[in-house]
């Protein structure tokens, strides 16, 4: 049976939209205050989560197209890539690396090997979060 969902569709759009940005904020935020990859990683499969409440399954999947076991594998490169940074310097494994940098609109602006390896966090949260929901919507 299917159900007419018109309000809470209307409101997924809206707030997964916002709970993406606050994601975003979450993540930058990370490195200087509380937040990172992990976090947000949470906060964006909250809001795919709810596209999949408001939504079926099939809906979902169309619209993001993704596959979440390579965004896992993918996220793990990442995190276990920028260990390796660390080792190709001389330095121990996972060891924090940054620079600066001017940009011409930003200005002096620090690039933070920290930040690689909370991408990779946040893309391993994120795809082992909607891997493991997308199973148990799945199974009948």
């Given at each position: ?18 709970i993406f940005l606050f994601s975003l904020h979450l993540f930058f935020a990370g490195h200087y205050n509380?937040?990172?990859?992990f976090v947000a990683g949470l906060t964006s499969a ?95």
């Amino acid at each position: 049976m299917k159900t007419n969902d018109v309000l809470l569709r209307n409101v997924t759009k809206v707030a997964a939209f916002i709970i993406f940005l606050f994601s975003l904020h979450l993540f930058f935020a990370g490195h200087y205050n509380p937040g990172g990859g992990f976090v947000a990683g949470l906060t964006s499969a909250g809001a795919i989560t709810l596209t999949l409440l408001a939504y079926d399954i099939k809906t979902v999947k169309s619209m993001l197209n993704i596959n979440t076991l390579i965004i896992t594998g993918v996220g793990l490169l990442f995190a276990v890539g920028t260990g390796f940074i660390g080792i190709f310097l001389g330095k121990p494994f996972l060891m924090h690396v940054y620079t600066y940098v001017h940009l011409p609109v930003l200005g002096k602006v620090s690039l933070h090997t920290a930040t690689l390896f909370d991408l990779g966090v946040y893309l391993v949260v994120v795809g082992v979060t909607l891997t493991i929901i997308q199973s148990i919507g799945e199974s009948d």
